[in-house]
C-alpha cells in the first residue's frame, strides 16, 4: 500500500510537472515585435480592447482605435497618448462595409500600412429564444462576421505586398460551445471561429497569420453594456454575478497579455481560461453530453416573459443584486476599463 501510495505522488507530480512546463510553454512570448508597428484595434475605446491597446503602447506601438461612441474614443485616446505615444481614435460604424474601408485607408495614411489588425469589436444579447428576435441574430451577425471580414479584406492588399502581417480574431468560448441564453452571440461567434480559421489556412502561405482566440468569461467590466431581453433584471442578474467570479473569470490584463504573445508566436488559436478549456476540450470528445448538460443548466435561468422583446442594457437593469459585494470585480473592471461615462 505504501509503494503504492508512493507510485501516486510520483504520477502527480509528474503530471503536475507537465502542466507547469506546458503553461510556461503556452505563455512564452514569441518573437514579433510590436515596437513601431501600425496597431489597428476595432472596439478599442473601452473593456478589452482598450486593454491591449494600453499594452501595445507600452510596447512602442502606433496604435489606433475605433468604435461608434466619439467621447469614449476621445477619453481613450487621451489616456494612451498621455506618455507621448502615438495614438488615433476614428469613430466609426462597423457594421458598414464603406465605413470600415474608408477606417483602414485614413489609418494609413496618417499611421502607415496596418501590421496587425485585432478585430476586437462585439455585442452581447442576453435572453431565452423566445424573446429573441430576428434583428438580435442579424446584429450580432453585422459585429461579428461580417465587420471582422470586411477589416480583414481591407487590411490584406497591403500586408500581401509586404509579405508578412498579424490578424487577430477576438471569438469566444462562445464560438466554441453554445451557450444558453446567448444563441445570437454563440451563432456569430461560430461563424467568426470558422471565418478566421478559413482565412489561416489560406493566408499562412503570405507570412499573413490568422489568430483565433476563445476566451472564457473576462472581467473587462463590459457587463454594463451587453443587451438584456426577457425579465431583464433577472437576465442581468445571472449574467453580471457569473461575470465576477473569482477563479472561473480571468482579469482583462491577464487575457490581453496572452492574447499578445498568441499574436507573437502566430498561434493558430488560443483559448483563455482554466474552465474555457476544461468546457471546450469536453465538448469536443462528447459534443451530445455536453449540450446536454448545458440543458439542465438553461433550466436554472429566467424564463421567457411576454414583455421580454424590449432591448435593454445592462445599466438600465441595475437591482440591489448586481450593485452588491457580488459584482465587486466587475465593478472594479468598470472603472479601470472606460466603462463608465456621466449618461450610463
Known amino acids: 500500500m505504501k509503494r503504492e501510495n508512493q ?38 475605446s473601452r473593456g478589452l480592447g482598450l486593454v491591449l491597446a494600453r499594452q501595445a503602447v507600452a510596447e512602442g506601438a502606433k496604435v489606433a482605435i475605433c468604435a461608434r461612441d466619439a467621447e469614449e474614443l476621445e477619453r481613450a485616446r487621451q ?16 457594421t458598414d462595409a464603406d465605413a470600415v474601408r474608408t477606417l483602414v485607408e485614413e489609418v494609413q495614411q496618417k499611421l502607415g500600412p496596418v501590421d496587425v489588425l485585432v478585430n476586437n469589436a462585439g455585442i452581447i444579447t442576453a435572453g431565452p429564444l423566445d424573446n429573441t428576435e430576428l434583428r438580435d441574430y442579424q446584429d450580432s451577425m453585422d459585429t461579428h462576421f461580417w465587420a471582422p471580414l470586411h477589416a480583414m479584406q481591407a487590411v490584406l492588399p497591403s500586408m500581401r505586398r509586404r509579405g508578412e502581417g498579424r490578424i487577430v480574431n ?14 445570437p452571440y454563440s451563432a456569430s461567434k461560430f461563424a467568426l471561429v470558422g471565418l478566421s480559421e478559413g482565412f489561416r489556412a489560406e493566408l499562412s502561405q503570405h507570412g499573413i497569420m490568422v489568430t483565433t482566440v476563445c476566451p472564457g468569461l473576462l472581467r473587462t467590466g463590459s457587463a454594463r453594456h451587453a443587451i438584456v431581453k426577457g425579465q431583464h433584471k433577472k437576465e442581468y442578474s445571472w449574467f453580471t454575478i457569473a461575470d465576477s467570479m473569482p477563479f472561473w473569470t480571468l ?21 483563455l481560461s482554466v474552465p474555457a478549456k476544461v468546457l471546450a476540450a469536453f465538448h469536443g470528445l462528447m459534443p451530445g453530453a455536453a449540450t446536454d448538460i448545458l440543458g439542465w443548466v438553461n433550466r436554472s435561468l429566467p424564463d421567457a416573459s411576454e414583455r421580454g422583446n424590449e432591448r435593454r442594457h445592462g445599466y438600465e437593469s441595475e437591482t440591489p443584486l448586481t450593485q452588491s459585494w457580488l459584482t465587486t470585480l466587475t465593478r472594479k473592471a468598470e472603472k479601470q476599463n472606460n466603462e463608465l461615462s456621466s449618461n450610463r
Not at 477576438?170 to 444563441?183: D, E, F, Q, R, T
Not at 498568441?262 to 488559436?269: I, L, V
Open 251 to 271: 482579469s482583462a490584463e491577464t487575457a490581453a497579455r496572452q492574447i499578445w504573445n498568441a499574436c507573437r508566436r502566430g498561434d493558430g488559436e488560443i483559448i
Open 170 to 183: 477576438i471569438a469566444s468560448l462562445g464560438g466554441k460551445v453554445a451557450i444558453p441564453h446567448l444563441a
Open 79 to 94: 489616456e494612451l497618448s498621455a506618455a507621448g505615444a502615438e495614438v488615433i481614435a476614428l469613430p466609426r460604424d462597423l
Open 7 to 44: 507510485n501516486n505522488w510520483l504520477v502527480a507530480a509528474a503530471a503536475a510537472a507537465v502542466f507547469a512546463a506546458a503553461t510556461v510553454w503556452r505563455n512564452r512570448r514569441g518573437s514579433y515585435d510590436l515596437e513601431g508597428r501600425v496597431v489597428l484595434i476595432t472596439g478599442g
